[in-house]
């Protein structure tokens, strides 16, 4: 009888990332996240590291105490749906106390398992694009595409062209344990300059948390309201706040373009990393 190597042991394993994501539970950058924060345990022992490898047939997830069911099929319709996430809507399919989700404003008899694509926190509004389409949430979400977002923001005070011209150059931003990094080059067009307040469409390409309220914060303008507007090709159009719609074969097709496509008139660099030292103001 040949030996068993560990080679044939964890030939039917799959990234864990992987496999939540393909079953509907959450993308990919989503599941990393919560295993960095111990969130999630594989056969009764939670798992803070990465990389982790599972078996889907053999291995017991849970996320937050909570078992999660692998029943997502790769022969299942690929669904993808546009919603106006209103506010104080959660974009996690992670339920957590009363929470009020996305995937909680779907109709009842609504049979798919989706999943929201990339952030939107609860604070902020607006466009949310959900899917089981795994494959495609990945590329989406990952910074080497720069898919371009765009966000209206009203901001308290008088946003002024010189800190339009700071925040379009990328300015330094620190997450908490990881060191600073600078963002990458923004758009950004002021449509009201009030004294109190300023109204502005900011388009981004990348995700980080909370990217635009933690940019307009570091110039010294607290965001009173955020709407995301668009997202690669889609636009929220007419759709009423709290209201979702499934996109159109032609949507479907322009988006899965997004990825593969480069924008000429854009620098899509990767956020460069701050040194040790803190950068000067």
């Known amino acids: 009888m040949p030996a068993l190597h560990e080679d044939d042991h964890t030939r039917m394993k799959e990234r864990i990332q992987k496999v939540l994501a393909s079953a509907g539970i959450a993308s990919r950058r989503a599941v990393e996240e919560m295993v960095l924060h ?13 990389p982790v490898m599972i078996d ?3 291995d017991r997830i849970d996320i937050d105490g909570e078992r999660i069911k692998l029943s997502a099929k790769e022969t299942e319709p690929r669904v993808y749906l546009l919603m106006n996430k209103p506010k104080g809507v959660h974009s996690t399919n992670v339920a957590q106390g009363e929470q009020v989700r996305a995937i909680d404003l779907l109709p009842p008899n609504f049979r798919f398992r ?59 931003l620190a997450d908490r344990g990881k060191g600073g990094w600078k963002t990458g080059r923004t758009r950004i067009h002021v449509t009201k300059r009030l004294r109190e307040k300023s109204v502005l ?16 914060a570091s110039a010294g303008h607290k ?16 759709l ?17 373009k997004v990825p593969e496509a480069r924008a000429v008139d854009w620098s899509l660099k990767r956020p460069v990393r701050a040194k040790s030292q803190r950068p000067s103001r």
């Open 240 to 256: 009423p706040v709290g209201a979702v719609r499934m996109l159109t074969a032609r949507e479907v097709k322009e988006l899965k």
């Open 223 to 238: 965001v009173r309201e955020l709407t995301r507007v668009k997202m690669g090709p889609l636009t929220l159009h007419n």
């Open 38 to 50: 111990g969130r999630i345990a594989v056969n009764g022992r939670i798992i803070a590291e990465l």
């Open 114 to 172: 989706v999943y929201p694509v990339g952030r939107l926190d609860a604070d902020s509004k607006g466009l949310l694009l959900l899917t089981n389409d795994g494959e495609l949430t990945n590329q989406l979400t990952h910074p080497r595409y720069g898919v371009a977002k765009t966000y209206r923001a009203i901001v308290d005070g008088r946003v002024l062209p010189e800190t339009v011209e700071r925040l379009q150059s990328g300015v330094w």
């Open 201 to 216: 469409e900011i388009t981004i390409r990348e995700g980080r948390n909370r990217q635009v309220r933690r940019m307009l």
């Open 56 to 58: 889907p047939a053999k």
